[in-house]
């Protein structure tokens, strides 16, 4: 299983940036995907997960209403649409298989002015 994060970066608060995480190793549409994060000083936190056909999103409240997960079952690749960044956002995100221990290197998300 290999995990590949994308597109985090410095962002002003109110801003959007959208991840990627491109995967290999397994076969993609059969496994619900998730986005974690995990800031200096703080354990890992859930974010977000997807079904495996895309159906079916959750999300953590902190999060719901302002970020948006998806996935193309065609690239192998799981995204996460943020808009409205706040500091609080900032951190180190990753993206995970479901039932998977694997983890990507991961993107740094920095929400400031």
């Known amino acids: 299983v290999l995990l590949v994060e994308s597109g985090g970066g410095l962002v002003q608060p109110g801003g959007s940036l959208r991840l990627s995480c491109a995967t290999s190793?397994?076969?993609?549409?059969?496994?619900?995907m998730s986005w974690f994060r995990q800031a200096p000083g703080k354990e890992r936190e859930f974010v977000a997960r997807?079904?495996?056909?895309?159906?079916?999103?959750y999300y953590a409240n902190s999060v719901r209403g302002r970020f948006t997960i998806s996935r193309d079952n065609a690239k192998n690749t799981v995204y996460l649409q943020m808009n409205n960044l706040k500091p609080e956002d900032t951190a180190m995100y990753y993206c995970?298989?479901?039932?998977?221990?694997?983890w990507g290197q991961g993107t740094q998300v920095t929400v400031s002015s």
């Open positions: 995970k298989v479901a039932g998977f221990d694997n």
């Open positions: 190793g397994f076969t993609f549409s059969n496994y619900d």
């Open positions: 997807i079904s495996s056909g895309g159906s079916n999103t």
